[in-house]
């Protein structure tokens, strides 16, 4: 609701076919320009790739579709009418298709533009310009609306694949219900304690300008208690970008910290659905349906 602009914010989920943004805003009257970017990295400048830049020029009476690859503009796109008018609202629809964006403004269909980046690789919204921006909504392909804090069907007890994550289904074995909105920092005990087989579910957005979170799972609620798993999302600490961070504490004294993913799933502003599952010798961490990785426990299992 009503971001700053320049916007730059994670698709979540990233796009696939049925994946629908809704944006609601209005020119302002002294305003003639303003762009909408499907991206595959947050960066403005110099621009990651764009698979849509959608950019309504009022001066010139046009709206001008294209694409951004390799630091050079694709072929402009300009046929249609001009839908968008200074001090009225407006509310633009993009519904990634197979082939095409299908893309409509005030409920009626404006254009289609086809793919010319790969739409498995967009994952960032960002909007630029002359413009108020009063809401974005993700609908459609499993996606939570911006800003959701609704998690997403945890699946059932079963064997973690780490080839694609878990499938969908219900709350294991009678769990507790969910805890929704709890404040930050939050501590609560684990219900039943950790065991071979345990899942444990975490739903979250990152704030727009977050620059890291953790989630420990402590031997006790004190400062001081052991810590079987520290994980430590770094989206941008000192010299770390887009790292996260594992490690055990016994004893108050640290252990070796490990570092290595096969790739980082967390964006400022986009939704995550991460499990953590207890094995015997180690922690599975998948994210947004994917194995991550694994952490070998070092402090003893059952405390």
Not at 222 to 227: H, L
Request: charged share 15%; net charge neutral.
């Amino acid at each position: 609701m009503n971001p700053g602009i320049p916007y730059v914010g994670g698709i979540p989920g990233g796009m696939r076919d049925g994946r629908q943004i809704v944006i609601n805003g209005t020119v302002p009257h002294h305003e003639h320009s303003f762009s909408i970017n499907l991206q595959t990295g947050p960066n403005i400048n110099p621009r990651s790739n764009t698979a849509l830049h959608f950019n309504p020029r009022l001066n010139d009476n046009c709206v001008v579709r294209n694409s951004y690859q390799h630091h050079s503009w694709g072929g402009e796109e300009r046929g249609g009418y001009q839908p968008f008018q200074r001090g009225m609202p407006f509310e633009i629809t993009i519904l990634c298709q197979h082939h095409h964006y299908k893309i409509s403004v005030n409920g009626r269909h404006f254009c289609d533009f086809r793919h010319r980046v790969e739409k498995h690789h967009v994952n960032t919204l960002t909007i630029e310009g002359g413009v108020q921006i009063h809401s974005i909504r993700f609908d459609g392909a499993h996606s939570h609306a911006h800003g959701a804090a609704m998690p997403t069907p945890p699946p059932p007890a079963g064997a973690y694949n780490p080839s694609g994550g878990y499938p969908a289904g219900g709350y294991p074995g009678g769990a507790p219900q969910p805890i929704y909105n709890p404040p930050v920092p939050f501590t609560t005990a684990i219900s039943g304690g950790i065991f071979p087989g345990k899942m444990i579910f975490i739903s979250g957005v990152p704030n727009p300008n977050a620059e890291r979170f953790t989630i420990n799972l402590m031997c006790g609620p004190y400062d001081g208690s052991d810590i079987a798993l520290h994980c430590d999302v770094r989206l941008r600490v000192g010299g770390d970008f887009n790292v996260v961070l594992r490690n055990s504490c016994q004893g108050g004294g640290w252990g070796a910290e490990e570092r290595h993913s096969p790739y980082f799933p967390f964006m400022p502003n986009a939704n995550f659905d991460m499990i953590i599952m207890a094995e015997q010798h180690q922690f599975k961490i998948a994210v947004n349906n994917q194995h991550l990785l694994e952490f070998r426990h070092q402090t003893v299992f059952s405390h």
